[in-house]
């Protein structure tokens, strides 16, 4: 028997364990029974940008990480930084005097995520009672510091993440996010993002910020909203080479390949939540019109660069004129520079010229009264390959002035009497035009509405010490009051914020799928309604912050009126809402919007009880 067994040894010894068994009742592998944001919210199994990509497919955490896995070494290295920092990297103001953005504003802003990350209903609450305080906070400026710096402040998930190796995979990471409810959903692939450039996956900090905004003065439950970016790569060199940069590191998809990954996107979105609003945010300029237009006739899309900002400085134009005593229809005879052909300086212009014709000019005649200015100057129909859009606003040359000619040569020659920045490009509004306006009207208009701070046109200093008192200004990041002769002059912040929480809330309770042209229109005529006597007295052109809720409400009661003049509501109480007059129809809108307060967890009964 014993050559039998060797035998057998010998004909099967390459089956032969060559180490020996020893029982263990450790396993290497931990089960979680958790999925998605349940496992990224337990400190035991949360592993954050550690998690392999089968753990995010088999867990439900695709879409809700940066795509780029980060080794233990990496975390290690990031978190070593940050402890031996102090502050923390990215939370040190890097030029306060250029960016508007201090050392205290980051703290400050530290201190709110850290409060929202723990109780989001007293977050909320926080900034609806001091919203004019803590907005330039949450949103620009400080939000655009807190983008450039995203990869090094990033701590726990908030919004979700689509990149380009997620094509064909959309629509099933869609259910990854836990609510089946979403009301507004914010975008963007983080091209442009305030005028700082192409920041990549970085660019979720905006979607953020901008959501709190939709919550604090437009009344949309926290539960409800999503802010996403779509990461096609990026072309910022610095970033690919920056090894804590968590987006994808190669350059960005172009062409189709571009718009095959939005367009599963938005199948994907609206497919999970048809009745959700989806605005476009910091697109580059060659996407955000296309983007805009592909999508509107089909989904209820709006671009806030485009539409918002359009919104925003028609309405502040308005103001202006109620400042000078004089009607909205007195659009028609103020000649006005736009100065940048980029989308927000598109958007304006022809907010600016259908004003002008609702108001009784022609296309002609009200082109002849808007000066545009791109990079090489003034854009006139004379300028060859000029695309549709621009030709759209573009004037006619008539002697006067002519294509090409720079923006001091052309205030000397027509005197304007209104000078909008949109350029992003710093202060191009110099001294000698300021000057210039000041002499050749006698309520000069100047509004640099770039974003952030750095990137304005002028300051509110330089126009009251040239403008003096007679200046009506306004401008797109926050700017100190200055005292001239004893009187303080207050700067108008000519800010989307007026504009697209009212914008969303409107067409998200028409549930009619579009926010056409009129809708935006409504919306920027409503805002000369909510200044009062004594802030037009001031020289305000935009109402009081304060009362943010309050305006939300009016803009979007006068988009749901547009809506319903269109054929746009198909929400069958607000159409008896709107029945029965303005009344009912503000009551039901401030009925649907969330207030951040307690609300029992158990049931009243067994709450008295304990």
Partial sequence: ???????????????????????????????????????????????????????????????????????????????????????????????????????????????????????????????????????????????????????????????????????????????????????????TDGSRILGLGDLGANGLGIPVGKLDLYVAAGGFDPRNVLPCVIDVGTNNKELREDTGYMGMKHPRLMGDEYFALMDEFMNAVTTRWPRAVVQFEDFSSDHARVLLERYRDLHCVFNDDIQGTAAAASAGLIGALQVKGRPASAITEEKVVVMGTGSAGVGVATMIIRMMMKHGLTHREATSRLYIFDVNGLVTQSRPDLEDAIRFLAREEDGQVKSGDPLLDVVKKVKPTALLGLTGAGRLFTDDILTLMSNSTERPIIMPMSNPTSRLECTHEAVRRICGERAIFSCGSPQPDVTIGGKTFHASQANNMYIFPGIALGAFLARGNVVSDNMIVAAAESLRDMITAEEVAKGHVYPDLHDIRKISCHVAEEVIKAAHEEGHVINQLLIQALEKGDKELRRYIISNMYWPEYKPLVSPRLSDVQ
């Fill in 1 to 187: 028997s014993s050559s039998i067994f060797d035998a057998i040894q010998k004909a099967y010894k390459s089956d032969l364990p060559s180490t020996a068994y020893h029982a263990t009742d450790v396993s290497d592998c931990v089960i979680s029974r958790s999925r998605g944001l349940d496992v990224l919210h337990d400190p035991v199994f949360n592993k954050g940008t550690g998690h392999s990509l089968v753990e995010r497919e088999r867990l439900g955490l695709r879409g809700l990480l940066p795509p780029r896995v980060l080794t233990m070494e990496e975390q290690l290295e990031r978190n070593m930084a940050r402890y031996l920092s102090g502050s923390g990297p990215g939370l040190v103001a890097e030029d306060p005097e250029t960016s508007g953005v201090t050392d205290d504003m980051l703290r400050k802003w530290t201190m709110l995520t850290e409060l929202q990350d723990r109780n989001e209903t007293l977050f909320y609450r926080l900034l609806v009672d001091n919203f004019v305080e803590m907005a330039p906070i949450v949103y620009t400026p400080t939000v655009g510091h807190v983008c450039k710096n995203y990869h090094k402040l990033y701590r726990r998930p908030r919004g979700m993440f689509f990149c380009s190796a997620d094509k064909g995979q959309m629509s099933t990471m869609m259910y990854n996010w836990p609510s089946d409810e979403v009301s507004a959903i914010v975008v």
